[in-house]
C-alpha cells in the first residue's frame, strides 16, 4: 500500500482509492480472491496515519459479479464501511476469460455476447455497488481482441446495461487499463460513455486498475480528455458510498 501511495502523491494525486478484489466463488481451483476486511480498513487506517496530510486515502473493493452471490455481498457490504464499491463482471458462462481455454472453439464474438448475456443477468440480481467496472473487459482476452468488438455490434445488450446503470443511479468506470495493454481505448470504448450519456448518464469514475505501483495513475490525463470528448463535464468518486462531484 505505502508503494502505491507514494507513486500517487507522485503523480500528483490529490486521492487514491484502493480496491482489492473479492471475488467469492471464484471457478478457478487453488486460487481466491478474497482479503479479511479487517485487517484491509487496519492497513489502510494505518496508511492514513502516515500519509493522511499529503493525500486523501479510501477503502475501496472490486466486487466479482455472478447473479447469486447477491446476498453475501450484501452482507459485506452491511458488515463493513467501504467508501466505494466497483461491481465488475470477471467472468463469462462460469469461467475466467483471463485462460485462453474460455475461447476454445468458439468464435470471439460469441463469447463477448455471451459475457454482455451474462453482466445483464448479474445487474438485474445484484446492484448495490457505485459504479460498473471495465464494461468491455472481455476485449483484453479474445485471440482478435478488438478486431471482434466495437460498441455497435453488441449495442442490443450493451444499451440495457447502460440503461439499468441510469435506472439504479450507477456510475460507469473509466478504466485505463485498456490503454496500458495496447487496446488503443480504455475499457469501456469512449462510443460506449458517449452512449451512456445519451441515455442520460452522468456518473463517471476513473480508475487506472494498477495493480502495482507503476500502474498508480496511468493515463488519467487522456481519460479526463476522453471523458470531455464524450461531453461530460465532471469525474465522480465515491466517499463513505456517497458520491462526490469534480470539475474535469
Ligand atoms: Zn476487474
Given at each position: ?20 478484489h ?15 476486511p ?43 464501511p467501504?467508501?466505494f464499491v ?5 467472468l463469462?458462462?462460469?469461467?475466467d ?15 463477448y455476447?455471451?459475457?454482455f ?17 471495465h ?12 478486431k ?28 485505463t487499463a ?8 480504455p ?28 500502474a ?18 465532471h ?14
Amino acid at each position: 500500500m505505502a508503494d502505491n501511495i507514494e507513486k500517487a502523491i507522485e503523480e500528483g494525486l490529490s486521492y487514491i482509492c484502493f480496491t482489492d478484489h473479492i471475488d467469492y466463488d471464484y471457478p478457478v481451483e487453488d486460487i481466491t480472491f478474497d482479503f479479511s476486511p479487517g485487517d484491509y480498513m487496519q492497513s489502510i487506517d494505518e496508511m492514513r496515519g502516515k500519509y493522511g496530510d499529503r493525500i486523501k486515502i479510501l477503502a475501496g473493493v472490486e466486487l466479482g459479479l455472478q447473479a447469486h452471490l447477491g446476498p453475501r455481498y450484501n452482507e459485506l457490504l452491511k458488515t463493513w464501511p467501504f467508501d466505494f464499491v466497483i461491481g465488475s463482471q470477471h467472468l463469462v458462462g462460469g469461467l475466467d476469460p483471463y485462460y485462453p481455454e474460455t475461447f476454445h472453439g468458439r468464435e470471439d464474438s460469441d463469447v463477448y455476447r455471451a459475457y454482455f448475456e451474462d453482466m445483464l443477468t448479474d445487474i438485474r440480481a445484484f446492484h448495490a455497488f457505485d459504479t460498473l467496472g471495465h464494461l468491455d473487459y472481455i476485449v483484453r482476452y479474445g485471440r482478435s481482441r478488438q478486431k471482434s468488438y466495437s460498441y455497435r455490434q453488441y449495442a442490443d445488450l450493451i444499451d440495457e446495461i447502460l440503461k439499468l446503470l441510469v435506472r439504479y443511479n450507477l456510475a460507469l468506470e473509466i478504466n485505463t487499463a485498456g490503454l496500458r495493454k495496447q487496446l488503443g481505448f480504455p475499457n469501456p470504448h469512449p462510443d460506449v460513455l458517449r452512449r451512456y450519456r445519451e441515455l442520460g448518464g452522468t456518473l463517471v469514475t476513473i480508475g487506472s486498475d494498477a495493480h502495482r505501483p507503476h500502474a498508480v495513475g496511468f493515463a488519467l490525463n487522456t481519460a479526463r480528455d476522453i471523458l470531455k470528448s464524450c461531453g461530460f463535464t465532471h469525474t465522480v468518486y465515491y466517499e463513505k458510498r456517497k458520491v462526490q462531484f469534480v470539475r474535469l
